[in-house]
């Protein structure tokens, strides 16, 4: 199935949760955010979250500095 990462259409396979999505992109899970179609997934929900085919996925890594 294609789900829209960060505005790129990216394939997964039918069913993936969250956290699949992001060890197959290689994601870090510290610092990071995400959000389903504009809805935030907390950390705890990532495993049991599957992401509908077709969604806007955007992952969000939170960054320091001034």
């Given at each position: 199935m294609e789900i829209k990462v960060n505005g790129e259409w990216r394939e997964f396979p039918d069913?993936?949760?969250v956290?699949?999505?992001l060890d197959a992109l290689g994601a870090a899970r510290q610092g990071v955010a995400v959000a389903v179609?504009?809805?935030v997934v907390r950390r705890g929900e990532w495993d049991g979250s599957v992401?509908?085919?077709g969604a806007?996925?955007?992952v969000l890594t939170a960054v320091q500095g001034g």
């Amino acid at each position: 199935m294609e789900i829209k990462v960060n505005g790129e259409w990216r394939e997964f396979p039918d069913g993936a949760t969250v956290s699949e999505v992001l060890d197959a992109l290689g994601a870090a899970r510290q610092g990071v955010a995400v959000a389903v179609n504009g809805e935030v997934v907390r950390r705890g929900e990532w495993d049991g979250s599957v992401v509908p085919k077709g969604a806007d996925l955007e992952v969000l890594t939170a960054v320091q500095g001034g």
